[in-house]
């Protein structure tokens, strides 16, 4: 399976912008890049996905890079609540595509 | 419509005994996963069932684990003889279809203590 970095840990303020980014550099064609987080004490939620073009929903928005090779979410206003560890998946289009191979992501703080 | 409900909340067994883990899906959803997270580490792949078969458990121990996805009913994960080591979060996953730009929606877990 491709592989994904992420930095261990980012703060940020709240009501600011979060820029979390991924680098995926042996992306094949056909892999979505997928965006979850974790709570504490909760189960993983999905947030956004994509496969070449720029994605926004209610949540966040996701930046593919043209060349595929890293992507960054983005947070228009963190607040609290979304303190979590938020983890970049890549998910094949075939094959066992329906494992989350989730790595250790990044622990977001938001401070008040 | 309710989400991924997963019961109990917490469990505590003693080693040795038996440990059962109900995962009920999403209404309309075939297919369900559980994966786990051992302290301090990221969730792990265990298996991946669809009604009434397993696909793929690759991810699950082959001693003492099963897993099973009735006709009617919730998914169980069934721990036996529990040790220690299998003190974790156990969390189930499901979805309406498979693929790669699908999304997988995900109960709160099972936290299990193994004393």
């Known amino acids: 399976d491709a592989k994904t970095t992420q930095p261990n840990s980012m703060e940020s303020n709240e009501e600011e912008p979060v820029h979390l980014p991924c680098n995926h550099s042996?992306?094949?064609?056909?892999?979505?890049i997928h965006w979850y987080r974790q709570l504490p004490s909760q189960g993983p939620e999905y947030v956004i996905h994509g496969l070449t073009s720029n994605v926004n929903n209610r949540m966040a928005s996701l930046a593919i890079a043209e060349d595929r090779k890293s992507s960054t979410l983005i947070l228009h206003r963190a607040t609290l609540r979304d303190a979590a560890v938020y983890y970049c998946?890549?998910?094949?289009?075939?094959?066992?595509?329906?494992?989350?191979?989730f790595g250790k992501g990044t622990l977001l703080t938001v401070n008040p | 419509n309710a989400g991924v409900m997963q019961n109990p909340r917490h469990l505590v067994r003693r080693r040795g005994q038996e440990a059962r883990l109900r995962c009920s899906p999403m209404?309309?959803?075939?297919?369900v996963y559980w994966y786990r997270q051992l302290p301090e580490e990221g969730l792990k792949f265990m298996v991946y069932l669809q009604k009434e078969n397993i696909i793929d458990e690759s991810g699950m121990p082959k001693e003492r684990f099963s897993a099973e996805f009735p006709k009617e009913g919730p998914s169980i994960l069934r721990i036996q003889q529990v040790v220690r080591g299998d003190s974790a979060a156990y969390f189930c996953a499901s979805s309406p279809i498979t693929g790669g730009d699908t999304e997988a929606f995900f109960g709160q877990g099972t936290r299990l203590t193994v004393v």
């Open positions: 998946i890549l998910r094949p289009y075939g094959g066992s595509n329906y494992k989350l191979t």
């Open positions: 042996t992306i094949s064609g056909t892999d979505y």
């Open positions: 209404k309309g959803h075939s297919h």
